[in-house]
């Protein structure tokens, strides 16, 4: 992982983004958070509706560095495409399984979660680089926004009046209740990250791709980290222009939301490489543990999620959390302790297997 070849920054941004999910996902009490750490209520954003979208936007970029790579070394589009399959089908399988813990009840069938849609992304931006162009995917992405935008601003159906954006009502989750059995989309009968608004968060990942893109072009510099802080501005403004029309909402992934997000991605990415490639900000604690975290991000999600079951199988949460209240701690901060606990365990054995130079990727 120390490759003076890998953009770093790209690491460090990947691990703190796994880190924060982990922060966010496995509060002590969900009924006691930190507003930052809580998604806004429907339309808007909190610190907490970028952490998701960041992630895929680094999807994208880390999808332009990797395939570009592996299209230098000579590999076949056949051999990278069964690949890219594979690995977006176990990425899915393995969120799909997720979904049954800790109750183990295979009787309910969830086909919609965050794995699941980070391995659509991840297949839908990853045979989109091998097949096509940059100007192609810029085509894709406009397209991807306006027909989100038209489809969800301008029909209407037999139940849902034209524009409407409420939760559980609107073309979205329509669509969704229309192609799949309510059981299978969630506990509400939508999805956060149902089938249809899988469509602009792959304009997310797009945007990733086409930042990646630039970066191997320019190659680090400072020109190439202007030039994507500029895109990023742009980008954010942009989307605060159409949220006037097209609220800027993660549960629906709005056009706004992708421009928005992807635009603060593409900042803060440049200011990373700034600061980490280009300063040489690296052997810093926080850059550290961003490395240690990235180099085996989904793996990392995935272990979360199996501490979680753990400790609250083994009434460990329960000692731990009741025990701080116990002792006059505040409900909101014991919760906040509890989750960085979460994140520690994490980084412990992300670190085990960091030392060790054992990277999974699912």
Known sequence: MDNPNRILAVDIFRGLTIAMMILVNYPGSW?????????????????????????????????????????????SRKEMVKKILIRGLKIYLIGLFLH???????????????????AAVFVA???LFIYTNWKTQIYIFGTILLGYWITMSFISTDTLLA????????????????????EMIGKHGWSAEGFYSTFPAIATGITGMLAGRLILTKKISEHTIILLFIAGILSLLAGSVWDWQFPINKKVWTSSYVLYTSGWAAVVLAMSIWFVDFQGYKNNLLARFGIIFGSNAIAVYVMADLFETIYKYTHIHD???????????????????????????CFLVALILYRKKLFFKL
């Open 31 to 75: 009924g006691f958070m930190y507003p930052p750490l809580v998604h806004s209520a429907w339309n808007g954003t909190s610190p907490t509706d970028f952490i998701f979208p960041f992630f895929i936007f680094i999807v994208g970029v880390s999808v332009a560095l990797s395939y570009t790579r592996q299209k230098e070394s000579g590999k």
């Open 100 to 118: 049954y813990l800790p109750e183990l009840d295979f009787t309910r069938i969830n086909l919609f979660g965050v794995l699941q849609r980070i």
């Open 125 to 127: 931006c990853a045979l």
């Open 163 to 182: 524009g409407t954006i409420e939760p559980g009502a609107n073309l979205a989750f329509w669509i969704d209740r229309l192609i799949f059995p309510v």
């Open 319 to 345: 000692v731990v959390y009741d025990g701080l209240i116990n002792i006059r701690m505040t409900e909101v901060n014991a919760s906040l302790i509890w989750s960085m606990i979460s994140v520690g365990s």
